[in-house]
């Protein structure tokens, strides 16, 4: 099986331009227009860190999310915590027959025009059970979202579940993810270098 990477981890916010002066003022890392995407009903600013980011994700259509599974997801999750996570692969054809999943192709366009375009896997399952991340491949000749700013990586992915439950999803666990007890949920986000306390939350963040 074709190594999986972690890509990104989702935090729902209810203001988009809100959220990200908040992460700046509160844990030092900046963010990036993203943009809306078509048929979801959402739209995300980016955290570039490195080979990862973070997505900031709203709603920006409340009928066309409310027809998408995607949509659906981001509208039911609680505002400013993590809501999901997703693995990077490239062999996701391989990895969705392993798992019997459907294959679902997306795009959106960046601010500078250029079209970002991915296809994804699990995300139905990744929106009911938290703990599991979806899997994403980004489409030839698109651009990292992670790449652009040099942040300061993720350091850690903390979550709570069952560890025996994602390791067969995934086949294992990828570098830097940590699985606590508890009810299935993203925790926190360790970002590396900072001395702030980990991102569990963009309501109260701690001071710099």
Known sequence: MS???????????????????TIEAGFGVRSVAGGRHPGFGTANRIVPLGSAYLELVAVADPVEAAASVFGRWVAGAEAGRPMGWAVRTDDLDGVARRLGLAVSPGSRAAPDGRLLAWRTAGLERAAAEPLLPFFIEWGAGTPHPGGGLDGPGIERLVLTGAQGRLEEWLGGLPDGVE???????????????RATQPIGCLENPPAP
């Open 3 to 21: 190594a999986l990477e972690l890509d990104h981890v989702l935090i729902a916010v209810t203001d988009l331009d809100e959220a990200g002066r």
């Open 179 to 193: 699985v606590r007890p508890g009810p299935p949920a993203v925790s926190a986000i360790v970002l590396a270098g």
